[in-house]
Structures are given as C-alpha cells and as structure tokens.
C-alpha cells in the first residue's frame, strides 16, 4: 500500500456562493503535541449531505468535532473555519449561538430524562421563549421534520426515555432543529439503530437536505453511498480524496481510497 504522506490527494472545490462552510489547514493535536489532524482543507456546499468516511482512528469525528468548536476543552485546533465570512476557530466566537447554528446529533441518543415535548423546548426555554402558543408550534414543526410527528402527537407529555432508540434518535434531530440551526453534524447517528430505524432515519435525513445542509460520519459504506451527494475519504488524519459520492465509490482516484472502498463494502 502506498505512504500516506506520497499518497496524491484530491479535494473537490466549490464556488464561494455555494459554500457554507469551509476549513482552511485545519489541524488537531491532542494532549499539546500528538498530531490527530493534518491540514485538512475542505469545503461543504449548501443543502447537501457529505459522508466522512475512513478507517476506525483516521480522524473524522476529530475533525466532525471542529466544526462546532466540541473540540475546545479536549485539544489544541490550529487553522481557520470560514462560515459566513468569520472564521469561527478565533477565540472570540460566541460558542453557545455557533451551536444554535450548527447543532450536533451524537452516535448514542441522547435525549433528556423529561417529556417529549420538554425535549423540544428545554432550550428554547432557556433562551427566554414562554409564549406556549409558539413553543406547542415549534414543537410540532421539529417533529414532522424529523419526521417523527405521526408517532408521537398523541404523547407528547410521556417520557422521551420511553420511545424505541430510532425515535429518541429522531427526537434529538427534532431538538436539534427546534433551533433553527443551518448545518446538522451527525457523528454516525445510525450506528446503534436497527435496520428498520436506520431506514427511517436516512429518509428522514434525505428530507432534511431541503433546508439544511449536513455533514456525517459514518462506517456504513452503503449509507454514505445511498444518502449523500459528497463523500471525503479520511487516512491515519489526512483526508485522501473528496468528491462526489458518485466517483468516490464508482471510480476512485487513489489506490489507499480504493482499497478502502473495496475492503469495505461488504
Ligand atoms: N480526546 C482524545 N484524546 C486523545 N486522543 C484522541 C481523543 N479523541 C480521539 N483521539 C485520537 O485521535 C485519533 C482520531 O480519532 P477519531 O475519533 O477522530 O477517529 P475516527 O476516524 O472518528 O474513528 P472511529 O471511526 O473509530 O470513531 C485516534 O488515534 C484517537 O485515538
């Protein structure tokens, strides 16, 4: 196999009006010295869902973590991240409202021990909104966009800890959304689900795609081949090759991305 560090890259490009958001030599080092990241460059078009892929450490949750700042207390971040004309890896960005704006959905559902409904307006709240009759329509407009409404209008008011772990995952897409956020980070958000909720929860992210852009992280080979428009291939930290996800998978460019297709897709 060939050297990382020989290994030709290629990294699609967009137009500056159809990026959302963008790194620039975007590095990880943890514990101060021990380089995770190296110098990705890459840039993610509105409305699309783009799949990180890669081998188990390679370095797409490192850099998944980047793009809302979670990195923060855990490592040293070096490089720029361009969204809406700031780059947001300075120190004096306000991380709470980043985060309004690019929500984060976690591998494990992670919903709060209350209701369905408090799951929704726990935030809202917090920021100060009490009008019931906007919060009852927030609620229900993050639902059916996770499409998670149907089977849960009759119980909003029941535990959110009672629902199957494919729902709780939509709830927390749903609780991410009652934000109003423009970019979803998903770090392998199907991987404790069963087929059948995986299936549900790729549709819903499929209807999502109208109005948000996302970026994902995920193991499963046919996920990132069946739901999202771009795909980055990530190698012991370096991102090898990003492109469609069409050519990632029918006509790679490098041999280590096409090893890693082939290995994989099983
Ligand atoms: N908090 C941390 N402290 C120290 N090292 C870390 C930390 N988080 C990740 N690493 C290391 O950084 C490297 C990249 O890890 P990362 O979790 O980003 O990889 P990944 O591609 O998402 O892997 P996986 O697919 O297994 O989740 C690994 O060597 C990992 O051990």
Known sequence: MQNVNEAPTYIHQFDK??????????SVFYGGSVQKLFNASLQFKKKT???????SGSGKSTFLRCLNRMNDKVARVDGEIWYHGLDINKNNINVYQLRKN???????PNPFPKSIRE????ALKANGENDKQKLD?????????????????????????AMSGGQQ??????RALALKPEILLLDEPASALDPVSTSKLEDTLKQLRTDYTMIMVTHNMQQASRISDYTAFFHLGHVLEYDTTENIFTNPKGEITEDYIRGSFG
Do not use: H, P
């Open 17 to 26: 009006d159809e990026q959302i958001i963008s790194t620039q030599d975007l």
């Open 49 to 55: 869902i783009t799949a990180l892929i890669g081998g």
């Open 102 to 108: 690019i929500g984060m959905v976690f591998q494990k």
């Open 119 to 122: 799951n929704i307006t726990y």
């Open 137 to 161: 329509q927030i609620v229900e407009e993050s639902l059916r966009a996770a499409a998670l409404w149907d089977e849960v209008k009759d119980k909003l008011d029941k535990s959110a800890l």
């Open 169 to 174: 995952q939509r709830l927390c897409i749903a």
